[in-house]
């Protein structure tokens, strides 16, 4: 089974719709992160959470909001969905001994 | 606002030449560097860290750094119509909450 999983992994919505990508992982990481990918901008982050009680906005977190429900799961958020939110979403966990990151599959949403 | 660059590419070798791919970074105070390789439509995966200045070899994998230059390079041998792919080489911003730094990744296609 994977270690990293995303769900789901393809979405399409409409424009002003509230959408929840969630995100699970069985590595036993306390460091998760949300990121977007858009073609020749590579990965930007948008959320990032160190522990539990932990949350911290990245460099491009307007118009999303994420819930670290436990260790294993870190939800992102889109309150209304607008179409340049239209991207490839990535869930990724990381180690902090090693910082090496650890990405799940991936969402790929499309705003209508 | 820290940076990573890299060139978009595509860079083309044929099969067996050896693939050279650069990256400059802009904080100096930068300590752990990553490459990272993403086939289309999947997910980063770790390919190579590198933590000190000089090479690091994994395999026809060489990591170089040089911190005075603030440059990280990755070589493949050997190359391979499988390593085509967009490789993402990525820094550790220590001084910023310990977040990882993306380029915007260089396309590589090795040609049969």
């Known amino acids: 089974d994977a270690d990293v999983t995303q769900t789901p992994r393809n979405r399409i919505t409409k424009t002003g719709k509230r959408i929840m990508l969630e995100c699970s992982q069985t590595?036993?990481?306390?460091?998760m992160y949300w990121y977007r990918q858009d073609p020749g901008l590579g990965l930007r982050l948008i959320y990032y959470?160190?522990?539990?009680?932990?949350?911290n906005k990245g460099e491009i977190s307007d118009g999303y909001s994420v819930s670290r429900q436990a260790q294993a799961k870190f939800s992102l958020s889109l309150e209304s969905a607008i179409p340049n939110q239209t991207a490839l979403y990535f869930c990724?966990?990381?180690?902090?001994?090693?910082?090496?990151?650890?990405f799940g599959p991936g969402t790929r949403l499309l705003v209508l | 606002q820290k940076e990573v660059e890299q060139n978009s590419g595509p860079l083309s070798v044929p099969e067996g030449a050896i693939a050279s791919l650069n990256c400059t970074y802009s904080?100096?105070?930068?300590?752990?560097f990553f490459w990272y390789r993403q086939y289309s439509g999947k997910s980063p995966e770790l390919i190579m860290s590198?933590?000190?200045?000089g090479d690091k070899e994994d395999g026809r994998f060489t990591a170089q750094l040089n911190k005075a230059s603030q440059y990280v390079s990755l070589l493949i041998r050997d190359s391979q119509p499988s390593d085509s792919a967009t490789y993402l080489c990525?820094?550790?911003?220590?001084?910023?909450?310990?977040?990882?730094?993306f380029g915007a990744g260089t396309r590589l296609f090795v040609k049969a």
């Open positions: 990724a966990t990381s180690d902090p001994t090693q910082e090496t990151q650890y």
């Open positions: 590595k036993g990481h306390d460091r």
């Open positions: 959470s160190f522990d539990v009680k932990d949350i």
């Open positions: 904080d100096r105070g930068s300590q752990s």
């Open positions: 590198i933590y000190s200045n």
């Open positions: 990525a820094v550790v911003d220590w001084t910023g909450g310990f977040k990882t730094i």
